[in-house]
């Protein structure tokens, strides 16, 4: 697929996020990170073409080579994969955190960010399956760690980040991502300013979008199969 063609799938996306946004009743705004990992810096450019502000990377060192590749272009730049220890010290070159994935790595950010008089906004990761391979929060833990979060001088938890199961059927997506906006009202409960939704990838935006994401997740439809 070429990259001359992602302005054409915007677009097309776009139409399908609206309907699902009307038959899902949630009435949110949604946002499109353009999910460029495996791609060139031309991946980039053809996103901010297509009039794209935000890209999603999951490995630190790629997103900022990237992001000085394309410095001019102004995204908003998001870390979807695991942050290690070692690379806390670049999260002043992401805008959002999606996946702020265990207790450890929270500590970590926060006093990284208290240390430099910063507050970072992350997302709370929220393994609703279950999965074993997957990051993230479990549900249960969700309530005592939002309250203990809420006196995190350095983090702004803005909302939650989940990952559906590889082949889920349409029910499971459905309740994998009302459970992760229930995660989202469970913030909210515990004081911290949770309105945004990540959820939905290119195989299953629509269900997400119809349940209430707010930023949708997107490589494979805009760019093609990664190799
Ligand atoms: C790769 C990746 C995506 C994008 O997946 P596609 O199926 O290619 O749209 C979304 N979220 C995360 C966390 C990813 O690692």
């Known amino acids: 697929m070429p990259f001359s063609d992602v302005p054409r799938r915007v677009d097309e996306i776009r139409g399908r996020i609206a309907a699902a946004v009307s038959r ?4 949110q705004l949604v946002r499109i990170v353009a999910v460029t ?18 890209v999603g990377e999951n490995r630190v060192q790629e997103a900022l080579e990237k992001r000085e590749a394309t410095r001019e272009l102004q995204m908003r730049w998001h870390l979807i994969g695991h942050l290690q220890r070692n690379k806390i010290r670049f999260l002043d070159q992401f805008d959002l955190v999606h996946s702020m994935d265990r207790a450890r790595v929270a500590d970590a950010i926060d006093d990284w960010a208290r240390d430099g008089d910063r507050r970072t906004d992350v997302l709370m990761q929220v393994n609703v399956s279950g999965e074993t391979t997957k990051g993230g929060f479990d549900v249960d833990s969700l309530p005592a760690e939002a309250d203990r979060l809420a006196g995190a001088a350095g983090l702004r938890v803005i909302g939650v980040m989940t990952m559906a199961p590889w082949g889920a059927s349409e029910q499971e997506l459905r309740d994998v991502f009302s ?42 439809i805009l760019f093609g199969a990664r190799t």
Do not use: F, N
């Open 37 to 54: 990992k495996t791609h060139g810096p031309d991946a980039v450019v053809a996103a901010h073409a297509a009039g794209l502000e935000d």
């Open 179 to 220: 459970a992760a906006r229930g995660a989202r009202d469970v913030l909210r409960a515990a004081g911290h300013p949770a309105d945004e939704l990540s959820m939905g990838m290119s195989g299953d935006y629509e269900v997400a979008v119809e349940e209430g994401a707010t930023l949708v997740r997107l490589g494979t």
């Open 24 to 27: 899902g009743g949630h009435g």
